[in-house]
């Protein structure tokens, strides 16, 4: 697969952003959806991540409640949404695929293809 991350930009602390994840390639039902972020001096970490069939997400603890995973396989799309944002949540983000013999699994960092990233920030 090749992925696109895009909608990114600067928000006011408690805004809201919605990041847009496009999909080309063939297959993407047999793949789970993992979103990333890379803050400046830190490791990249998973945020969200969503199954094959969308039926089952998982979320890290620092943005639970507040980030919203989705996907629109129809148009080839997986979406973040962030609501409540932070300065902490300042980083680049990065969609990515895995593909899995079984569907309801999506936690894995190993991830198959990437997509370049979109810069979110937040300003202080």
């Known amino acids: 697969l090749r992925l696109g991350a895009s909608g990114g930009g600067s928000v006011q602390p408690g805004g809201s952003l919605r990041l847009s994840c496009a999909v080309s390639?063939?297959?993407?039902?047999?793949?789970?959806m993992k979103w990333f972020r890379q803050a400046p001096g830190k490791e990249r970490e998973g945020v969200a991540c969503?199954?094959?069939?969308?039926?089952?997400?998982e979320y890290a603890d620092s943005v639970k409640g507040r980030f919203t995973i989705s996907r629109d396989d129809a148009k080839n799309r997986v979406y973040l949404q962030m609501e409540s944002l932070r300065p902490e949540d300042t980083a680049t983000y990065y969609c990515?695929?895995?593909?899995?013999?079984?569907?309801?699994?999506?936690?894995?960092?190993?991830?198959?293809?990437w997509g370049g990233g979109t810069q979110v920030t937040e300003a202080s």
């Open positions: 969503i199954s094959r069939s969308g039926g089952s997400s």
């Open positions: 990515a695929a895995r593909k899995y013999d079984n569907d309801g699994d999506c936690g894995r960092n190993l991830m198959d293809d």
């Open positions: 390639g063939t297959g993407l039902n047999y793949y789970a």
